[in-house]
C-alpha cells in the first residue's frame, strides 16, 4: 500500500530477476549432484516385480531364497551405516534419514513376503508329506512279525 509501483521492465527489477534466475540454476544443479547418492539403492525400487516373479518359480531352492534375504540385509546395513542423515547446500536441506528408512523399509517388506512364502510352503506343502511319512514309518514298525521269517 505504501509503495511505489514498479515496473516489470524496469532495469533494477530485470537485473534482479536473472540474479535470482541464475542463483537458482547454480544451486538446482548441484541439488542435481546429491541424486547420485543414491545410484547404488535405485535397484530395491524395481524389486517388488522381481521377487513375486522370483517365488512364483518351483521347485524351491533354499540356497536361493537366503541369499535373497543376505543381500537385503547387507542392503540394509549398507545404508544404515554409510548414508548421509542431510545433505546441506546453500539454498537446500536435503533430510536423508526419511530416504533411508524408506529404503530400508521396503527392503524389510521385500524379506517379509520371502519369509512368508518360505513359511507358506514349509508349513502347508513339506509339513503335511513329512508328517504322512512318520505316520507310516510308525506304522511299519508297530506291525509285529508272524513267524521268525
Not at 514498479?6 to 537458482?24: C, F, G, N, P, R
Not at 547418492?37 to 516385480?49: A, C, H, S, T
Not at 506343502?125 to 513267524?147: F, H, N, R, T, W
Request: with cysteine.
Amino acid at each position: 500500500m505504501h509503495l511505489w509501483d514498479v515496473q516489470i521492465d524496469d532495469e533494477l527489477v530485470m537485473k534482479a530477476k536473472t540474479q535470482i534466475s541464475e542463483t537458482l540454476s547454480e544451486n538446482l544443479e548441484v541439488i542435481q549432484l546429491a541424486l547420485n547418492v543414491y545410484n547404488d539403492y535405485l535397484f530395491i525400487l524395481k524389486e517388488r516385480e522381481r521377487i513375486d516373479a522370483f517365488l512364483k518359480r518351483e521347485p524351491f531352492e533354499r540356497e536361493a531364497f537366503q541369499a535373497e534375504i543376505d543381500k537385503y540385509k547387507a542392503t540394509i546395513t549398507k545404508i544404515r551405516e554409510e548414508m548421509p542423515f542431510e545433505i546441506r547446500t546453500n539454498m537446500f536441506l536435503i533430510i536423508c534419514s526419511d530416504i533411508n528408512d524408506t529404503l530400508c523399509e521396503d527392503c524389510e517388506e521385500l524379506m517379509k513376503l520371502i519369509l512368508d512364502r518360505v513359511g507358506d510352503h514349509v508349513f502347508h506343502q513339506m509339513a503335511p508329506k513329512i508328517s504322512a511319512e512318520v505316520k507310516q514309518i510308525k506304522e511299519d514298525l508297530a506291525q509285529k512279525a508272524g513267524d521268525s521269517k
